[in-house]
């Protein structure tokens, strides 16, 4: 581990000193090895906080922190069924910075910056500019939520709706919670990783005394994400009232092992966090490098639930476009 980038800065200082170099990144782990490897990506930069690389083992190419976003040249190979919207989500915004595809919640996407950059983010293709809601926008999204009585939950997304500011996300906690229909917020995020220290005192405050049910899905796909500092953040939240979830991706040769995710999500619970979801990568173009097979995500889950139990196991579930809710894996398949 380089002990050294470990810090205690501010959230946001923390935020703007994050490494955008792939040289930079791959000398502070001693891998300049790995440059015959990688490119030099336009649209998707590199960016990972320097917390999140002193977690991350020097001098091992393998590390799965550093090959969830270090970019590879596999990511310029063209495969048939990968695409720039794996979800349809274009097709689903009824206002801009609306995504109504579930029963009785919307998303709200707030902000299209992220504190890093996962190299299978399914929204890295995704056209913020033309889905952010401005200050104008802000109305017609209450009108929308208003006549849909039967939405009860809002979730808020990105990006990562925890790297916008506390003024800027409180604006929007305030205004939702006007909404009397809503008994929900809930936040998706990495930030908790990756900058523990964005849970600050003022943060955690307002969410513990929001009248919603505050929930905070956290998207953690590997133990090492979980050092002791960011567990004790996470209890900080928990201790606050808030409720924590976690949604994992499935990633080949990362933490597709079945040892891998009985230390995940074990690692997870005693920091507070319940797992929720083990997703089946969306299939966004550029990260088909990363996709398992179904049949090995069925066998692995089968593993999991001999292994843990049953509360530590995680749904299986893919997401599809034009579907209301998340796929469930047929894991009966050949059994």
Same mark, same amino acid.
């Given at each position: ?6 810090? !205690?800065?501010?959230?946001? +200082? ?21 440059? @015959? !490897? ?19 083992? *020097?001098?091992?190419? /393998? ?15 063209? *495969? ?19 995504? /109504? ?7 709200? &996407? ?46 808020? @997304? ?16 305030? +205004? ?7 008994? &929900? ?22 969410? @513990? ?50 040892? &891998? ?8 619970? @005693? ?45 299986? *579930? ?18």
């Amino acid at each position: 581990m380089i002990n050294h980038l470990i810090t !205690q800065k501010h959230w946001q +200082t923390q935020l703007s000193e994050a490494i955008t170099s792939v040289d930079e990144l791959l000398t502070l782990l001693h891998l300049e090895s790995l440059q @015959s !490897q990688v490119y030099i990506p336009e649209h998707f930069e590199l960016r990972v906080p320097r917390g999140f690389v002193a977690k991350m083992a *020097v001098g091992d190419a /393998h590390d799965p922190l550093l090959k969830q976003v270090l970019p590879d040249k596999q990511e310029r190979n063209p *495969v048939s069924g990968y695409v720039a919207d794996p979800l349809g989500e274009n097709a689903q915004n009824p206002t801009k910075g609306l995504l /109504h595809k579930y029963q009785s919640r919307v998303l709200l &996407t707030i902000t299209g910056a992220c504190a890093i950059h996962c190299r299978y983010c399914f929204r890295q293709h995704f056209d913020y500019s033309a889905n952010m809601p401005t200050t104008s926008a802000h109305a017609a999204i209450m009108s929308y939520i208003k006549e849909h009585n039967d939405i009860n939950e809002v979730i808020l @997304s990105g990006g990562d709706p925890l790297s916008v500011s506390n003024r800027r996300l409180f604006a929007w906690l305030d +205004t939702l919670e006007a909404l009397p229909q809503l008994t &929900t917020i809930r936040l998706h995020t990495r930030m908790p990783l990756v900058i523990p220290e964005r849970l600050d005192n003022e943060l955690l405050q307002r969410l @513990s005394q929001s009248r919603c049910q505050i929930v905070m899905v956290i998207h953690c796909n590997h133990a090492n994400e979980i050092d002791t500092n960011t567990a004790e953040y996470l209890q900080r939240a928990r201790n606050a009232g808030i409720t924590l979830l976690n949604q994992a991706v499935l990633l080949n040769g990362i933490n597709d092992s079945v040892s &891998t995710q009985v230390d995940l999500n074990q690692r997870l619970f @005693s920091a507070g966090v319940l797992p929720y979801y083990l997703h089946v990568l969306d299939k966004v173009a550029g990260a088909a490098h990363f996709d398992s097979d179904e049949r090995s995500a069925i066998d692995l889950y089968w593993s999991l639930l001999a292994e843990l139990p049953g509360y530590l196991v995680p749904k299986l *579930v893919r997401e599809l476009p034009n579907r209301r809710f998340k796929v469930p894996i047929d894991v009966y398949k050949n059994q």
